[in-house]
């Protein structure tokens, strides 16, 4: 790096008039001198004068001359100056961020002594030296000071580290002290005393690992972190050299500029050599003592100020080159490049290594919006237009790699079948995975788009050509992993990342909800498909046919449009949706419904009002059906009942809204008792989840405030009498008899008697059941209850009532369970048989009548041959010897193996000759060799 002369920004002065102070300010765009006169003059980053205002004392009875400035600092924002004074006090003045605007004090910081040097962090707070030894830390929010140490000696110099979290102190006996303000150091790095210099250090730098100290010993000495001297620079035998007044490092840290008498000495450090290196001294004739120097933060251009005002700017540039007549690209340092476009006034990228590397091959890519460099053992990608920067390890790849910039908020890079993701403006690679496809059509990230109240990350990849991996960036793990039967050529996540659009090579376009992993084909045919920006809306061409699913949850009704010509693009801006379509020669749009695309944005933003109105302005449809019912599951999960009861409305759903205006007014009786917020209100938590059918929770919330008497209310109201008892005796309640005979009531008036029977049968009260069993008529109960309690047999009246009953209504089985139970087999058999439960007829004749076994089982075979249940009829016509009945229902039931068995044991050969011909032509029709035997006893029957 060399200094090469630019201009003059002031001219010398025929006597003492002392540069006091410079800064530029971190935005590039301004320079701040302070004079020896007291003011503070402000050039463009030209060094043209824009703008000059006059210090205060800070006792104006003292008057004007009574201090002189001995530093300022600009803010890290670059809308304030601090100006330190001899008069014990720090201003802080604000200066706008245009030309021209009113300066005013906007903080005042008295100290206990004489301010001698000031620096601002980038980290916020301001640092001071003082007269007395003690260095001060100046808070602009809070408007207080406080010391951060004290020593013995004055102050005589400050100096930042490049990252703004510490600082340098030298004092006039030679002490350097170290203090960081944040905890992200090195922990081998100690606060505290680190060197003792020979000699006042007044120049004194902080480059990256290094401590740069000069003196009027005229010798420049290079310490490391740890205080050990690792250099020195000795000019105490050059006769023509002078004491060093003042030092700046550059922002890289990797050079630094030391001011003499008449003379500027420019230091490099060469990285690859890893040492500190002196270049040929700037000789400045007659400019006598270097006062101040201050070094613009794009690394481009150092300014010295002097004894006698004078003020020179020079460029600190080690090459220049020109990237297709488009940017210019200065490198300032081995490790910061400036990159400026040469067609607009944009201030361009400054281009640093974090780590310090020597910054190489410089590329402008993707259409002219993202760059490209490189170190030995990083890699950096910046986002031209928004000025992000990211710098991530990366080991040698022999540059093969593939840059890809589709995505607005990563840089996809592919090597050697690895896919890297870096984010812009973050300096840790976002995730690297394993794929051997890397087209961006293949390819799917979004990260933290929409706004999401949490962050949101997601990556979907090919595995291989038929599966899809989708990765949750945040956590690092894999959310799904989606097989398919065909191979897959285009793929997409909408923007928050819950849905998954995807094309195969038929041209099917199917959907998958990241979350279910459910996966369906929702159109076929699609030459184009894309989701709309900002908004969960696709859109999809099938031949002639546009669909745009406006809702994606509901996939299977997409509205249709007919289009000429093929879609290119979808884009949406100005409050307005539209289709881009190519026929021919001919380019034209077709407009979509901006107002339901509108409603899905406002949705995702939690503009609630604006999809409101939208849908206030909707005819009654089933689509604004749908979208009322998606507004009110979502202010149901945010608890906003407000929201909630205005959609009930909507749906017509009146028994809700009715509920939810009470729920509110209970919200509204917590706030007025409490002044909390309502959804802290337990009663509010209860009747939400009674509104979810979740009783067991209300249930639970209520006991847990000591309410049992609301539980049981909130049964009694919802008609839960059972569980309002079981409640009530777990608590051994007081009430227990009055719910009981309440419930009776209650049950007798609406004529519920089976219900009735019910609770007095689990009472033990069996006669008064099934007295309540036979006024319900709910006559099946009653066979049961006999089972339980024998002895309502005893009650011949009641019985012969009950049986009456039930044969009478047909109820046959159930008939003779009661007469099995009075012992009366042959009435309970004849019910069987008339009811045809013909298994239970069977059972009981092989217990009382074995002689009707074969009657039954002829019988039960007919009902099933009625029933068309042929093959079920076939074993029951053989237990009761019907071989006939038994071949007609194999015949019938065509199970013809079973027809060959029935046949062979039935000796009139007359009687089945039929059967054989049947038979015989099936297996022969079938070609089974086992047919023959068969046929030999047709064709003798026949012959």
């Given at each position: 790096?060399?200094?090469?002369?630019?201009?003059?920004?002031?001219?010398?002065?025929?006597?003492?008039?002392?540069?006091?102070?410079?800064?530029?300010?971190?935005?590039?765009?301004?320079?701040?001198?302070?004079?020896?006169?007291?003011?503070?003059?402000?050039?463009?980053?030209?060094?043209?004068?824009?703008?000059?205002?006059?210090?205060?004392?800070?006792?104006?009875?003292?008057?004007?001359?009574?201090?002189?400035?001995?530093?300022?600092?600009?803010?890290?924002?670059?809308?304030?100056?601090?100006?330190?004074?001899?008069?014990?006090?720090?201003?802080?003045?604000?200066?706008?961020?245009?030309?021209?605007?009113?300066?005013?004090?906007?903080?005042?910081?008295?100290?206990?002594?004489?301010?001698?040097?000031?620096?601002?962090?980038?980290?916020?707070?301001?640092?001071?030296?003082?007269?007395?030894?003690?260095?001060?830390?100046?808070?602009?929010?809070?408007?207080?000071?406080?010391?951060?140490?004290?020593?013995?000696?004055?102050?005589?110099?400050?100096?930042?580290?490049?990252?703004?979290?510490?600082?340098?102190?030298?004092?006039?006996?030679?002490?350097?002290?170290?203090?960081?303000?944040?905890?992200?150091?090195?922990?081998?790095?100690?606060?505290?005393?680190?060197?003792?210099?020979?000699?006042?250090?007044?120049?004194?730098?902080?480059?990256?690992?290094?401590?740069?100290?000069?003196?009027?010993?005229?010798?420049?000495?290079?310490?490391?972190?740890?205080?050990?001297?690792?250099?020195?620079?000795?000019?105490?035998?050059?006769?023509?050299?002078?004491?060093?007044?003042?030092?700046?490092?550059?922002?890289?840290?990797?050079?630094?500029?030391?001011?003499?008498?008449?003379?500027?000495?420019?230091?490099?450090?060469?990285?690859?050599?890893?040492?500190?290196?002196?270049?040929?001294?700037?000789?400045?004739?007659?400019?006598?003592?270097?006062?101040?120097?201050?070094?613009?933060?794009?690394?481009?251009?150092?300014?010295?100020?002097?004894?006698?005002?004078?003020?020179?700017?020079?460029?600190?540039?080690?090459?220049?080159?020109?990237?297709?007549?488009?940017?210019?690209?200065?490198?300032?340092?081995?490790?910061?490049?400036?990159?400026?476009?040469?067609?607009?006034?944009?201030?361009?990228?400054?281009?640093?290594?974090?780590?310090?590397?020597?910054?190489?091959?410089?590329?402008?890519?993707?259409?002219?919006?993202?760059?490209?460099?490189?170190?030995?053992?990083?890699?950096?990608?910046?986002?031209?237009?928004?000025?992000?920067?990211?710098?991530?390890?990366?080991?040698?790849?022999?540059?093969?790699?593939?840059?890809?910039?589709?995505?607005?908020?990563?840089?996809?890079?592919?090597?050697?079948?690895?896919?890297?993701?870096?984010?812009?403006?973050?300096?840790?690679?976002?995730?690297?995975?394993?794929?051997?496809?890397?087209?961006?059509?293949?390819?799917?990230?979004?990260?933290?788009?929409?706004?999401?109240?949490?962050?949101?990350?997601?990556?979907?990849?090919?595995?291989?050509?038929?599966?899809?991996?989708?990765?949750?960036?945040?956590?690092?793990?894999?959310?799904?992993?989606?097989?398919?039967?065909?191979?897959?050529?285009?793929?997409?996540?909408?923007?928050?990342?819950?849905?998954?659009?995807?094309?195969?090579?038929?041209?099917?376009?199917?959907?998958?909800?990241?979350?279910?992993?459910?996966?369906?084909?929702?159109?076929?045919?699609?030459?184009?498909?894309?989701?709309?920006?900002?908004?969960?809306?696709?859109?999809?061409?099938?031949?002639?046919?546009?669909?745009?699913?406006?809702?994606?949850?509901?996939?299977?009704?997409?509205?249709?449009?007919?289009?000429?010509?093929?879609?290119?693009?979808?884009?949406?801006?100005?409050?307005?949706?539209?289709?881009?379509?190519?026929?021919?020669?001919?380019?034209?749009?077709?407009?979509?419904?901006?107002?339901?695309?509108?409603?899905?944005?406002?949705?995702?933003?939690?503009?609630?009002?604006?999809?409101?109105?939208?849908?206030?302005?909707?005819?009654?449809?089933?689509?604004?059906?749908?979208?009322?019912?998606?507004?009110?599951?979502?202010?149901?999960?945010?608890?906003?009942?407000?929201?909630?009861?205005?959609?009930?409305?909507?749906?017509?759903?009146?028994?809700?809204?009715?509920?939810?205006?009470?729920?509110?007014?209970?919200?509204?009786?917590?706030?007025?008792?409490?002044?909390?917020?309502?959804?802290?209100?337990?009663?509010?938590?209860?009747?939400?989840?009674?509104?979810?059918?979740?009783?067991?929770?209300?249930?639970?919330?209520?006991?847990?405030?000591?309410?049992?008497?609301?539980?049981?209310?909130?049964y009694k109201k919802l008609h839960k009498w059972d569980e309002a008892i079981r409640l009530a005796e777990q608590r051994n309640h007081e009430k227990l008899d009055e719910l009981k005979q309440e419930r009776m009531t209650l049950l007798v008036q609406s004529g519920q008697f089976e219900k009735i029977g019910q609770i007095l049968e689990g009472e033990g009260k069996y006669e008064e059941a099934l007295t309540m069993y036979v006024k319900s008529n709910k006559l099946l109960r009653i066979p049961k209850l006999l089972e339980k309690e024998?002895?309502?047999?005893?009650?011949?009246?009641?019985?012969?009532?009950?049986?009456?009953?039930?044969?009478?209504?047909?109820?046959?089985?159930?008939?003779?369970?009661?007469?099995?139970?009075?012992?009366?087999?042959?009435?309970?058999?004849?019910?069987?048989?008339?009811?045809?439960?013909?298994?239970?007829?069977?059972?009981?004749?092989?217990?009382?009548?074995?002689?009707?076994?074969?009657?039954?089982?002829?019988?039960?075979?007919?009902?099933?041959?009625?029933?068309?249940?042929?093959?079920?009829?076939?074993?029951?016509?053989?237990?009761?010897?019907?071989?006939?009945?038994?071949?007609?229902?194999?015949?019938?039931?065509?199970?013809?193996?079973?027809?060959?068995?029935?046949?062979?044991?039935?000796?009139?050969?007359?009687?089945?000759?039929?059967?054989?011909?049947?038979?015989?032509?099936?297996?022969?029709?079938?070609?089974?060799?086992?047919?023959?035997?068969?046929?030999?006893?047709?064709?003798?029957?026949?012959?």
């Open positions: 790096m060399q200094l090469k002369y630019l201009q003059t920004i002031a001219d010398a002065q025929e006597y003492d008039c002392k540069v006091v102070g410079l800064a530029w300010s971190p935005n590039n765009q301004k320079l701040a001198v302070a004079t020896i006169d007291r003011q503070v003059v402000l050039y463009d980053e030209k060094g043209e004068k824009r703008d000059r205002f006059s210090t205060k004392p800070f006792d104006p009875e003292a008057g004007k001359k009574s201090y002189i400035i001995t530093g300022i600092a600009f803010s890290p924002d670059s809308t304030k100056i601090a100006v330190a004074q001899s008069d014990c006090i720090v201003y802080v003045y604000k200066i706008g961020e245009k030309w021209g605007e009113k300066k005013a004090i906007c903080n005042k910081f008295p100290q206990p002594s004489p301010v001698t040097c000031i620096i601002w962090l980038l980290t916020g707070p301001i640092i001071c030296g003082l007269v007395d030894g003690k260095v001060r830390a100046l808070q602009i929010k809070s408007n207080k000071s406080q010391s951060l140490f004290a020593s013995d000696s004055l102050v005589v110099s400050l100096a930042p580290n490049s990252k703004g979290t510490g600082f340098l102190s030298g004092h006039i006996d030679g002490n350097i002290i170290r203090f960081y303000l944040t905890n992200d150091h090195n922990e081998d790095e100690a606060q505290g005393r680190i060197v003792v210099h020979s000699a006042p250090p007044y120049a004194l730098a902080w480059p990256q690992g290094y401590i740069f100290v000069g003196g009027c010993d005229k010798r420049v000495a290079v310490f490391n972190n740890n205080g050990k001297l690792v250099k020195n620079f000795d000019y105490s035998r050059d006769n023509d050299e002078y004491e060093f007044t003042v030092a700046v490092c550059s922002p890289s840290g990797q050079a630094v500029v030391m001011g003499s008498f008449d003379r500027i000495r420019l230091y490099n450090y060469n990285t690859r050599r890893s040492l500190w290196e002196e270049t040929a001294p700037k000789e400045i004739k007659n400019f006598y003592t270097i006062t101040a120097l201050a070094w613009k933060k794009d690394g481009s251009k150092v300014t010295c100020g002097g004894l006698c005002g004078a003020v020179f700017m020079f460029e600190t540039v080690l090459k220049r080159t020109i990237w297709k007549d488009k940017f210019e690209i200065t490198y300032v340092g081995p490790s910061q490049v400036l990159v400026k476009p040469l067609d607009t006034n944009e201030r361009g990228v400054i281009l640093r290594s974090q780590h310090g590397g020597e910054i190489e091959d410089v590329r402008i890519m993707g259409k002219d919006c993202y760059l490209v460099a490189r170190t030995e053992e990083t890699l950096l990608v910046a986002d031209l237009s928004r000025n992000l920067l990211s710098e991530v390890p990366w080991s040698n790849s022999l540059r093969h790699e593939k840059f890809y910039f589709e995505n607005p908020n990563v840089c996809l890079v592919f090597n050697a079948g690895e896919l890297t993701l870096i984010e812009y403006g973050d300096n840790d690679i976002l995730c690297s995975v394993r794929t051997e496809f890397a087209n961006p059509h293949l390819i799917s990230v979004r990260l933290n788009e929409r706004n999401p109240a949490s962050e949101n990350k997601k990556l979907a990849y090919l595995l291989d050509l038929k599966t899809i991996c989708i990765v949750d960036l945040v956590n690092g793990y894999m959310i799904a992993q989606i097989s398919h039967d065909s191979k897959i050529d285009w793929l997409e996540l909408n923007e928050t990342g819950h849905h998954l659009l995807f094309r195969d090579k038929k041209q099917r376009l199917l959907l998958v909800d990241t979350v279910t992993q459910s996966k369906q084909t929702i159109f076929t045919g699609v030459s184009f498909v894309q989701w709309i920006e900002n908004s969960d809306v696709a859109v999809a061409q099938s031949g002639n046919t546009l669909a745009i699913w406006y809702n994606i949850d509901l996939p299977e009704n997409p509205t249709l449009m007919a289009i000429k010509g093929d879609v290119t693009d979808v884009i949406r801006n100005n409050s307005k949706t539209e289709a881009i379509c190519v026929d021919g020669n001919n380019t034209f749009s077709v407009e979509l419904d901006e107002g339901l695309v509108e409603f899905g944005t406002a949705l995702n933003d939690n503009d609630f009002s604006r999809a409101i109105l939208f849908l206030e302005n909707m005819e009654n449809s089933s689509e604004a059906e749908v979208m009322w019912h998606t507004l009110y599951v979502i202010a149901m999960k945010q608890q906003n009942l407000t929201l909630a009861d205005r959609c009930s409305s909507a749906l017509g759903d009146v028994a809700t809204s009715h509920f939810l205006r009470e729920t509110m007014q209970t919200a509204q009786k917590f706030i007025e008792k409490y002044n909390e917020n309502p959804n802290n209100s337990p009663d509010v938590w209860a009747r939400l989840s009674i509104l979810y059918g979740e009783l067991a929770t209300a249930e639970n919330i209520y006991l847990e405030q000591g309410n049992i008497d609301a539980a049981l209310e909130m024998p002895s309502l047999l005893e009650d011949h009246s009641a019985i012969a009532n009950v049986l009456k009953s039930l044969v009478k209504q047909e109820l046959f089985e159930a008939a003779a369970e009661v007469y099995e139970k009075l012992d009366k087999p042959d009435l309970a058999m004849e019910c069987y048989r008339k009811g045809k439960v013909w298994n239970k007829a069977v059972d009981l004749a092989r217990t009382v009548s074995p002689d009707k076994v074969v009657q039954l089982e002829e019988e039960w075979g007919d009902s099933l041959v009625e029933n068309k249940q042929m093959d079920a009829a076939i074993s029951h016509y053989i237990e009761a010897g019907c071989t006939i009945k038994a071949l007609d229902a194999a015949v019938a039931a065509k199970q013809w193996k079973k027809a060959v068995h029935i046949v062979k044991v039935i000796e009139d050969a007359d009687t089945v000759k039929k059967y054989y011909e049947l038979i015989a032509n099936h297996f022969a029709t079938a070609k089974v060799s086992k047919s023959s035997n068969i046929i030999n006893s047709v064709n003798d029957l026949i012959g």
